[in-house]
Nanobody, 114 residues
Framework: QVQLVESGGGLVQPGGSLRLSCIVSGVSVRSNVMSWYRQAPGKTRELVAQIGNVGISTYYIASVKGRFTIFRDNTTNTLYLQMDSLKPEDTAVYYC???????WGQGTQVTVSS
């Protein structure tokens, strides 16, 4: 059974930083394509960043490229999202997920506001 526990969200001022964590059980973060999604109020859930299961290939949506970094710790089976230079439009609930199976955790709230 796959379980995902996201944490690290909070309230931060514009320009600030947060590091999100996702403790994964039931699948290996090393051998799966892993992703971070987000859902802002009134909007559909969107893919934010992805890390491949081969090497260290990564993908970011244009709006976060250069500000966010996705990485994993294979020893603790944890996925991370380092978020720098945060903007109010980054406000959302953030979720991690493997490519397969399609399961969701409870998410972690990120609020960027002065």
């Amino acid at each position: 059974q796959v379980q995902l526990v996201e944490s690290g969200g909070g309230l931060v001022q514009p320009g600030g930083s947060l590091r999100l964590s996702c403790i994964v059980s039931g699948v290996s973060v090393r051998s799966n394509v892993m992703s971070w999604y987000r859902q802002a109020p009134g909007k559909t859930r969107e893919l934010v960043a992805q890390i491949g299961n081969v090497g260290i290939s990564t993908y970011y949506i244009a709006s976060v490229k250069g500000r966010f970094t996705i990485f994993r710790d294979n020893t603790t089976n944890t996925l991370y999202l380092q978020m720098d230079s945060l903007k109010p439009e980054d406000t959302a609930v953030y979720y991690c997920r493997p490519l397969k199976p399609i399961v969701w955790g409870q998410g972690t709230q990120v609020t960027v506001s002065s």
